[in-house]
C-alpha cells in the first residue's frame, strides 16, 4: 500500500502517514526500523505494510482505520 509521510520524530524513529484518502495512521519504531530507512521527511511518498490493529496502541489510541504499520520504506518506482 502507498502512502505520503506526514509527520516523523527522529528521536523515537515513529511519526504518521496519510493514506492516499487522508487518513492518517501513526507508526512507531519497530515499523520504521523494519523499513531500513535512516531518515524520513514529510511529504515523502513512502510503501507500508499493515495487518489489523488488535488492541489500542501504547498510547491508548486505536490507529486510524483500524490499521497497525508493520513497515515503512521509500516507494520505489
Do not use: K, N
Not at 496519510?18 to 531518515?39: E, K, N, Q, S
Not at 490493529?53 to 486510524?64: F, K, L, S, V
Amino acid at each position: 500500500m502507498q502512502a505520503t509521510a506526514y509527520t516523523y520524530d527522529p528521536e523515537t524513529r515513529s511519526g504518521q502517514v496519510l493514506l492516499d484518502d487522508g487518513t492518517a495512521v501513526p507508526f512507531d519504531a519497530p515499523a520504521f526500523d523494519a523499513g531500513g530507512l535512516r531518515l524520513l521527511r514529510p511529504g515523502q511518498r513512502v510503501r507500508i505494510e499493515t495487518e489489523p490493529a488488535q488492541a489500542p496502541q501504547a498510547t491508548g489510541e486505536t490507529a486510524a482505520g483500524g490499521l497497525r504499520i508493520t513497515l515503512v520504506t521509500l516507494q520505489t518506482f
